[in-house]
């Protein structure tokens, strides 16, 4: 069966601060993978996704990057953070397109900047 | 900018009751739609897809009204464990869902 994990479940970073969450997807082969933000009392936003290794598309401009080195393996990453970085971050993942609405989430990772 | 908006909540409901629950789309061109599950500092998980007919299963029903451009979701006797936040998605391309901030659903002994 497939399973999706990310890390770390928590943290908390000062201003200024690198980031780094990782992503990794077992039991399945070239997924759709996704980086969604939900800020609290705010639906889910996307911030990137990719259709394959190398390949990332972003949907809003920020301070983050993404990457994904392998196939199961997606990445997210800042050099500085910043107040607003705060959050609660989603990786997910899908089958091809995202055609039946159907996205499995990992357990999330909950990030302050103080 | 394409909206998707819910009435925050919570509702307090007593254990066996019925509860119901809309979410707004402001994109008349969407075509498919979502009900999505989420405990407390948890994942979402879906719960069901809103088709044009409706559908139901088991004690939840979902329904679609492109007119006004709503769709809901109905519990039939409500259990503790139906506590969650329920979070209305509205696919705007192959990659792209819009999703509401959640309706705060607390089923009550």
């Known amino acids: 069966s497939q399973t999706i994990h990310q890390w770390p479940a928590t943290l908390v970073q000062p201003v200024g601060s690198p980031l780094s969450l990782e992503c990794t997807v077992e039991?399945?082969?070239?997924?759709?993978l996704y980086w969604y933000r939900q800020a609290a009392g705010r639906g889910l936003q996307l911030l990137f996704y990719?259709?394959?290794?190398?390949?990332i598309s972003s949907e809003v401009p920020q301070n983050l990057s993404a990457s994904r080195p392998q196939d199961r393996q997606f990445i997210l990453s800042s050099k500085k953070l910043l107040l607003s970085d705060s959050g609660f971050y989603l990786c997910?993942?899908?089958?091809?397109?995202?055609?039946?609405?159907?996205?499995?989430f990992g357990e999330g990772s909950r990030l302050t900047v103080l | 900018r394409k909206e998707v908006e819910q009435d925050p909540g919570p509702f307090n409901v007593p254990e066996g009751a019925t509860v119901a629950f809309n979410c707004t789309y402001s994109n008349s061109a969407s075509q498919s739609f979502f009900w999505y599950r989420q405990d407390c500092r948890k994942e979402p998980k879906l719960l069901m897809s809103v088709y044009s007919s409706g559908n139901e299963d088991g004690r939840f029903t979902a329904q679609l009204n492109r007119a006004s451009q709503y769709i809901s979701l109905l519990i039939r006797d409500s259990k503790l464990s139906d506590s969650a936040t329920y979070l209305c998605?509205?696919?705007?391309?192959?990659?792209?869902?819009?999703w509401g901030a959640g309706t705060k659903l607390i089923i009550k002994p």
């Open positions: 039991g399945t082969s070239n997924p759709n």
């Open positions: 997910a993942w899908s089958v091809g397109r995202v055609y039946t609405g159907e996205l499995f």
């Open positions: 998605v509205v696919k705007e391309s192959n990659y792209q869902l819009i």
């Open positions: 990719s259709v394959g290794i190398g390949q």
